[in-house]
């Protein structure tokens, strides 16, 4: 009995852990920290080595997670623009955006440097220095260098020497060009360049027999920028142009922009799609964002964009689902909702309006701005529709350019989120007003509550930089509603919970 009352206590906390794993969440774009010297500014790179995950960007640093969702940031010298990071022969060898090729004993350094690589043929072979370099080491121990030529050039291979990782073994293999058939690779918000592309960010991954070679077009200044594929069974090609590109491709929405990533596998065999998420201008500036990747039965490899909370690596899929709730719910219709202060030109509907090219800033002697929504468009003649909420993002303006050694406070946010019924009385359900990790993208989950309303209050944040807020959205799902202010026979007739408010 005694062994028993020990046991279960014990066996309860180990079923909630678990309990926690498989219902846990992410959503796009990624909260990555931030630190000194590095964030996550797209171009990602993601290394699995002895159970850990390392992950290297553009702008430098690495971050370190066990299950693909919660990242650690580590500064690490030397990362280049663009990483790449592969294991060879228990070394890791860091290239780029750089003619070198740098190594070390720990994928977080210190890495040395072993020199450019060596091409032994002209540049008309296609090798014109180090840009968006990709090393791939097959199932035989042979590594392979795969880079883009630039512009509509495409994408080239080689053979490197197994004994010296900066040597080509032969002449370099052109493996395809721009096709200006496809489309979605031309220059352009609408595409519409017919004979401008920018080909770049090869990654390689073998799964069955076939080789998948990834590239992104069509260019990072784009919204239309997306990724496709080409498969082969051979680590040099011929190469096949996949029949069901773009891979990837968002262009509304918070999420667009969606290309130049890696493919990772999770502990539980899943494979997964990192990537860069291009926001628009103004404010500019790039996230990281993730997906599952889906193979058929004939091999071929798709990936769905989401912007709205999904079941993290390693969680239970098929979990009620959640969307946003928030969305346009700041305007002349909602009278309720309201901004404790709004700078001109800067409206705090920007926040809720699913665009990350506008922002909400409140007025600078607000010291506790509020922004609170009601979840229910009625006007008088409609059902006031209620809500369960159960998570919530929010992405920060504060800008990524000026943080690290050169000067620049990071950017750390503090905030609340509460829930009312009756815009009168509001309960606290997500308290982050003790948060000391810089970063400038958040995702929260609470425990779900039904709500008519909620309210953000921002409470802490670096008064550097002037605040903004690029998106503030709350997820849910319809759980109800009341009757309209105004009886109108139609709504009269409906259930006050029927079942089909609550889908």
């Not at 926690?20 to 992410?26: D, G, I, M, T, V």
């Not at 959640?322 to 001109?344: C, D, F, G, Q, R």
């Not at 950017?411 to 359900?429: A, C, I, R, W």
Request: hydrophobic letters at 35%; charged letters at 20%.
């Amino acid at each position: 009995m005694k062994l028993k009352s020990i046991l279960l206590p014990l066996l309860a906390g180990v079923l909630s852990t678990a309990a926690a794993a498989q219902n846990a969440r992410y959503c796009n774009p990624l909260p990555m920290p931030i630190g000194p010297g590095g964030n996550a500014s797209g171009d990602v790179t993601v290394l699995e080595e002895a159970g850990k995950y390392y992950m290297y960007c553009t702008g430098g640093g690495a971050w370190v997670s066990e299950d693909l969702t919660n990242w650690d940031f580590t500064p690490v010298e030397g990362v280049p623009v663009a990483p790449d990071i592969v294991k060879y022969r228990g070394k890791f060898y860091l290239s780029g955006n750089t003619d070198n090729l740098y190594v070390s004993d720990s994928p977080l350094g210190p890495f040395r440097d072993l020199g450019p690589f060596r091409n032994t043929g002209p540049v008309e072979d296609g090798w014109n220095g180090g840009f968006d370099t990709k090393i791939f080491v097959d199932d035989d121990g042979q590594p392979y260098l795969f880079w883009p030529g630039r512009g509509i050039s495409g994408i080239y291979g080689v053979r490197l020497d197994p004994e010296d990782l900066t040597r080509f073994m032969d002449k370099p293999s052109h493996l395809f060009g721009f096709n200006p058939m496809h489309a979605w690779e031309r220059y352009g918000e609408m595409n519409e360049y017919p004979g401008v592309a920018w080909i770049e960010g090869p990654w390689v991954i073998k799964r069955n027999g076939i080789y998948y070679l990834e590239y992104s077009a069509s260019g990072t200044q784009w919204k239309t920028y997306a990724e496709g594929y080409y498969t082969a069974t051979s680590p040099l090609g011929p190469y096949t142009y996949a029949p069901n590109n773009p891979l990837l491709r968002k262009t509304e929405g918070l999420v667009t922009g969606t290309a130049h990533g890696s493919i990772v596998q999770a502990p539980d065999g899943s494979w997964w799609q990192f990537y860069t998420i291009v926001l628009s201008n103004p404010p500019g500036g790039r996230r990281i964002g993730m997906d599952r990747v889906h193979f058929d039965e004939d091999g071929l490899m798709s990936v769905t964009v989401t912007d709205s909370p999904q079941p993290a690596p390693g969680a239970r899929e098929g979990q009620a689902r959640s969307i946003p709730v928030t969305i346009n719910k700041v305007n002349a219709m909602n009278a309720l909702s309201k901004a404790s202060s709004e700078e001109p030109g800067y409206p705090a509907a920007y926040a809720v309006d699913n665009y990350s090219g506008t922002l909400w800033r409140p007025k600078a002697d607000d010291t506790q701005p509020k922004l609170t929504v009601e979840l229910s468009p009625a006007t008088r003649f409609d059902v006031v529709q209620l809500f369960t909420v159960d998570g919530m993002r929010i992405l920060f303006s504060g800008g990524r350019r000026g943080f690290g050694p050169r000067g620049g406070s990071l950017p750390v946010y503090q905030y609340k989120l509460e829930t009312s019924m009756d815009g009168e009385t509001f309960v606290t359900v997500l308290d982050r007003t003790g948060n000391t990790v810089p970063r400038d993208t958040f995702y929260d989950d609470f425990q779900p509550v039904r709500a008519r309303f909620v309210r953000l209050t921002l409470t802490g944040w670096s008064k550097e930089t002037p605040l903004g807020v690029i998106d503030f959205t709350v997820f849910g799902r319809a759980d109800g509603h009341l009757p309209p202010a105004v009886a109108t026979p139609t709504y009269n007739k409906l259930p006050l919970d029927s079942e089909y408010q609550r889908r």
